[in-house]
């Protein structure tokens, strides 16, 4: 009993011994570590961002970016797009006066000041208006009603039409769509083709296709397809019958719902109500205010600068 009870002891003894040198082993080796990683983090040679744990080509840190701000996720990511033309113009060239904006070159004033109208300016003089230096106007020629999906003609777009031409003014026109559908899209165009025949159309025929944020519209649900799909056939039936197509959109429906990849052929009218305009893209026209003022017109008035002149095309 007594030799049993020795060898149980002496088992027990290696044991403890076996124990202790893996833990003189463990805590040496993971000192060693430790000094390691203090030495690397310390060193002028570790990167300045995290490791990404994937290939580097996929996850891009130094790519251009466009950001965009939302009420509730905040700052918003966007890459930019390849195969879209960009903005060509030095933004530093825009300057404000009086609440009016101008892009200068060379210290010359080089873009066109414009407005756009519908009837809810209500009767316009259009000899003040051109008196007070408005070289062309927009005129909405139709719409159609984001209820029940009804067109119908602008209750002042003849009247506009007849007595802007009269006064100097160079014109184009737009479509406030609320189209669904291509062929809804084609109906729209064909509308306003025949709406505005006769008259000397210099300026673009344009797809006002709008987001309504205040009600509940028929447009809600549709898809970033169904939206490329119905500019472009609007805008080819437009070319097919003469005139320069364009789109028109604000800043962040163009970045969130247009596929501008498939529309970077048509000219763009540019939406955005800041000192300067930030969109990355290619436009033609700004449309920097909607609350501006202009002689000839009782109340706000939408103010736009085109940076070409169309009236030479």
């Not at 209500?122 to 139709?142: N, P, T």
């Not at 529309?263 to 800041?274: G, I, R, S």
């Amino acid at each position: 009993m007594k030799k049993k009870a020795l060898k149980i002891f002496a088992i027990i003894e290696t044991l403890i011994i076996f124990l202790l040198i893996a833990g003189i082993v463990y805590f040496k080796v993971f000192h060693e570590k430790k000094d390691d990683a203090v030495s690397v983090f310390n060193s002028k040679e570790v990167r300045n961002k995290a490791v990404i744990e994937k290939n580097e080509t996929v996850y891009q840190t130094d790519g251009e970016k466009i950001l965009i701000s939302d009420s509730a996720l905040g700052e918003i990511y966007l890459p930019v797009i390849e195969g879209v033309e960009k903005c060509q113009y030095n933004i530093d060239n825009i300057v404000t006066r009086n609440n009016y904006s101008f892009y200068k070159e060379n210290n010359e004033i080089t873009s066109i000041f414009g407005i756009d109208v519908s009837q809810y300016q209500g009767d316009i003089d259009w000899r003040k208006v051109a008196e007070s230096g408005v070289k062309f106007a927009f005129l909405r020629a139709g719409v159609r009603t984001y209820g029940g999906g009804e067109i119908h003609i602008d209750d002042n777009f003849q009247k506009n039409a007849q007595e802007a031409l009269a006064n100097g003014i160079d014109i184009g026109v737009y479509f406030f769509s609320q189209a669904i559908s291509k062929e809804e899209a084609i109906e729209e165009a064909d509308f306003l083709i025949d709406t505005i025949r006769g008259y000397n159309i210099k300026y673009p025929v344009v797809f006002d296709w709008e987001i309504i944020m205040d009600d509940t519209a028929r447009t809600d649900g549709v898809s970033v397809d169904i939206l490329a799909d119905c500019c472009t056939v609007f805008c080819e039936r437009v070319k097919s019958a003469g005139y320069k197509p364009m789109i028109y959109q604000n800043l962040r429906t163009s970045l969130l719902k247009l596929d501008l990849l498939r529309l970077k052929d048509y000219e763009f009218w540019l939406a955005q109500y800041n000192e300067k305009p930030t969109y990355i893209y290619d436009y033609q026209i700004w449309q920097y205010a909607s609350d501006g003022t202009v002689p000839g017109i009782e109340g706000d008035v939408d103010l736009n600068i085109s940076f070409k002149d169309y009236s030479k095309e």
